[in-house]
């Protein structure tokens, strides 16, 4: 019989991975605390905007392998494996993960585990929590032991939610015991047979990979925009010298990306988290280089209000501002700390009147930024703009038509965030054109005509 999997927390990393398991052919009951959430799922309606999910929770739905609930009796006497995915947000008073959530959890589900099986942590972690749950389980679980604990942490992107989980790079659990690596493996047969390598470590191991493997990303991301105030200071462009970088395969062209720098619910969050762990381990190497990693990122945003502030002729008051994207990276409508909402933000709170328009993500803007103006299109949010910034780099506005947004701005002046545009092609369309670790090659070519004349 196949195993019986309840998974527990279905936001974005739950949802997906309950619905990606039913795929694989198990029997999956997925359970939230939310009854708004489980009401949603079980009538087949995703409550974020992931591609390809919308239709594994319908077929899952469909063929009865899939199913919602709030109640932990239910999901404690039908799970012979518990998958914990609740989140792991960033503590309102500190920089260190809030496990409020998973604590609450592992409270509910233990005392009622009365027959063998295993809890698999997937939530993001600060190293060293699988041992206070273990702990938690033990004393808590009629069954005692035969209540295991295995950490099984995900590497999902959003907006690539369900390849990740079906074909991951790599699958890595954390286990005590064979029979918890026997029922994992078992649980990843599917994607294991068709190659994805299976790492097997002890717990601390698991729960670290997850954040180093963050932690190398923001790295990566911060490194080249920390190029990229280099390059701003001397004149340099860095956007050929990362496509220089890239071509070495030790380097690699991934994530090297300039521009407006990392957010959404994950890198920021993690970083500052493993930043905090770090420091109280006293390995302040890390916290360290974590710390600036934050500093550089959270500096582009800075540096892009000062290039509207710059198009702008020194002053924002008063003055029209179109803002192109709002989540935190295209192809989403997630908007926790995104780089383009913070700069937005900010620019209005210069004065600016500043008009948004984003493709999936301005329900979810409105509510934290009324005082934003929202447009139903890309030419509406530039219409009479006497600044357009692009802040996300969605395709439509990646394909835009320097002509046609021409036609309806008060002034050609276009800010990228996130070096996205041909910027020669904006200059030969009459733009201002500036953009983060780019000179601005226009402002020398009129030096040269004052110098000449
Ligand atoms: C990330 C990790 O990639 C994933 O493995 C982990 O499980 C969760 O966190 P996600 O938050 O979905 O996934 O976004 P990702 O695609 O990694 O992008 C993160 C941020 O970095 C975005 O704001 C993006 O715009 C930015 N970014 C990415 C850059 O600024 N430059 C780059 O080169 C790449």
Redesign the pocket.
Known sequence: MPLRITVIGTGYLGATHAACLAELGFEVLGLDANEDQVSALAAGRLPFHEPELGRLLEAGLHSGRLRFTTSYADAAAFGDVHFICVGTPQRADSDAADLSHLMACVDALAPLLDRPCVVVGKSTVPVGTSDIVAERLARLAPVGPEAELAWNP?????GHAVADTLRPDRIVVGVRSARAETILREVYAGPVAAGVPFLVTELPTAELVKVA??AF?ATK?SFINAIAEVCEAVGADVVPLARALAFDDRIGGR???P?L???????PKDIRAFGATTRELGVSSVSALLGEVDAINLRRRARMVDLALELADGSLEGRAVGVLGCS??PNSDDIRDS?ALDVAGTVHGLGARVTVYDPAAMHRARQVHPELEYASSMADAAADADVLLLLTEWREFVEADPEVLGRVVAQRNMADGRSALDGDRWRASGWRYRALGRPDTQASADDSVSLTS
Do not use: D, T, Y
Request: overall charge neutral.
């Open positions: 995900e590497f999902l992107r959003e493997a963050n990303l991301i994530f090297l990306v521009g720098g990392f957010g959404g619910g994950c890198l935190f990276k780089p």
